[in-house]
């Protein structure tokens, strides 16, 4: 009877247990870090973009090149007089979802000189 009311090996089933909660806490982070690496490389490709007009050159050809390779995909550019405007979509970790609703903005805006 005494075996039977043991805890001994009570920590490995919790641990089983919380395993799926801490994996999905785990790939909430990563999207959230992704999110934020997608605004940066995007307001990095506004900015590229708007020093280009600034100098009359080609302000989507810099963007896109600006931008690592894996957020070339869906990105689209509008320029304004010299306000560059690059919308980037959010690389999705999670298979068979789209991203294409999930973008971030980024503007930016140099005198020309």
């Given at each position: 009877m005494r075996r039977l009311w043991s805890e001994r090996g009570s920590a490995s089933v919790e641990l089983i247990g919380m395993t799926p909660l801490l994996v999905l806490a785990a790939l909430?982070?990563?999207?959230?870090?992704?999110?934020?690496?997608?605004?940066?490389?995007?307001?990095?490709?506004?900015r590229a973009a708007s020093r280009?007009?600034?100098?009359?050159?080609?302000?989507?050809?810099?963007a896109r090149s600006t931008l690592p390779a894996a957020l070339r995909h869906g990105v689209s550019e509008d320029t304004t007089g010299t306000r560059a405007t690059v919308h980037v979509r959010v690389p999705i970790i999670v298979p068979g979802v789209d991203s294409g609703t999930l973008t971030v903005t980024r503007s930016a805006e140099l005198p020309r000189g």
């Open positions: 909430a982070a990563w999207q959230m870090l992704l999110v934020a690496y997608s605004a940066t490389s995007a307001e990095n490709a506004a280009v007009i600034a100098l009359s050159g080609d302000p989507a050809r810099t």
